[in-house]
């Protein structure tokens, strides 16, 4: 019978022994750190930290748990439990690594700078670091790609994270194309994903017919799209960039409820199209729904539409 694994040692290291410096995360908001601090004081260390061997001299160097060793330094802890490995460099900073990356609170600066790290120091590509992380290798290079913005979005990431699907969308445009939505996203501090999008879409077909804008080009066009912005919500509507041609004989559609899908109400307009002699317009609209539901693009309640058919033409 072979002998089960030997668990690593469980120690209490001396707090002043401690050396960082594989952790890429940058960030620690004092609040958070009191929080957890009096959450320790309360309850005990629940989960001990993760040190190895200090590679450099004495003492032992932190491999996951930074936020809790800062936390009992508040406390004034002369020593806290520890977990002793004896990994390598490349292993260390993967288990680093994999605890930063799947924290909900993680910098996605920090977690990119991260990534780049590890593929500039151990040579590996977005896959193999993709598995050293314990992540999908998508998410390694939207990270990656976030280092391609300007450093004042950058900034803006690093403060604001729920505005990274806004940014991930300005990372195939030039840094003068950047600008001119950073100019934009500062004017605002509501600007909708939705209204984001657009502009970008703008910006990236602009740079995809060459348009080369300079620094004052951007600067200018930036306070457009803010402009556009805020006519569009002193209005009530959303920002346009651009408006398709509209036929005013046709009744007005309603597609306002959010209670029934956008589906059966482009149907209601159709039957109002077909019913007022636009039999054309009708059947166009109906081409149209019944395309988007075959291809799984919209949904529908299709169990109103058995009480009531579609008006046809007559032909």
Same mark, same amino acid.
């Given at each position: 019978?072979?002998?089960?694994? +030997? ?7 001396? !707090? ?6 594989? #952790? ?9 750190? %009191? ?12 989960? *001990? ?10 003492? /032992? ?9 800062? &936390?009992?330094?508040?406390l004034g802890w002369p020593d806290i439990p520890a977990t002793v490995l004896d990994v390598n460099d490349r292993d260390a900073r993967s288990a680093m ?43 390694? #290079?939207?990270? @990656? ?5 300007? *450093? ?38 509501? !600007? ?7 502009? !970008? ?15 004052? %080009?951007?600067?200018? @066009? ?10 569009? &919500? ?6 346009? !960039? ?10 007005? *559609? ?11 109400? =482009?149907?209601? =307009?159709?039957? %109002? ?12 609209? /109906? +081409? ?6 075959? %291809? ?8 109103? =539409? ?10």
């Open positions: 019978m072979s002998a089960s694994p +030997t668990a690593p040692p469980l120690i209490r290291a001396v !707090v002043g022994e401690i050396v960082t410096g594989l #952790n890429n995360r940058t960030r620690f908001p004092l609040q958070a750190l %009191e929080e957890l601090a009096a959450d320790i004081a309360d309850r005990g260390l629940l989960q *001990p930290i993760v040190v190895r061997a200090n590679p450099q001299g004495v003492g /032992y160097q932190l491999i996951a748990g930074e936020r809790r060793l800062r &936390a009992v330094k508040l690594m994999a605890e930063n990356t799947h924290r909900a609170d993680i910098d996605p600066i920090d977690e990119a700078e991260g990534f780049a790290a590890f593929m500039r120091d151990f040579e590996t590509d977005a896959a193999e670091t993709a598995r050293a992380a314990g992540v999908d290798t998508a998410r390694v #290079n939207r990270r @990656l790609a976030l280092l391609r913005l300007l *450093p004042d979005l950058q900034i803006i990431l690093r403060r604001r994270g729920d505005l990274i699907a806004h940014l991930e969308l300005l990372t195939k445009l030039d840094h003068n194309h950047q600008y001119a939505a950073l100019v934009a996203l500062r004017s605002r501090d509501d !600007v909708r994903l939705s209204e984001f999008r657009r502009i !970008v879409h703008e910006l990236r077909d602009r740079q995809a017919r060459s348009d080369q804008l300079d620094m004052f %080009e951007a600067d200018d @066009l930036g306070r457009t799209f803010a402009r556009r912005m805020d006519e569009a &919500a002193a209005a009530g509507q959303r920002l346009r !960039v651009a408006e398709l041609p509209i036929d005013r004989r046709f009744p007005v *559609p309603k597609v306002r409820s959010r209670q029934r899908f956008l589906a059966n109400q =482009w149907k209601d =307009w159709a039957d %109002e199209l077909a019913r007022t002699g636009f039999a054309e317009g009708a059947a166009a609209v /109906y +081409t149209l729904i019944e395309t988007c539901i075959r %291809e799984g693009r919209i949904e529908a309640n299709e169990s109103e =539409w058995l009480a009531t058919p579609p008006v046809t033409s007559g032909e």
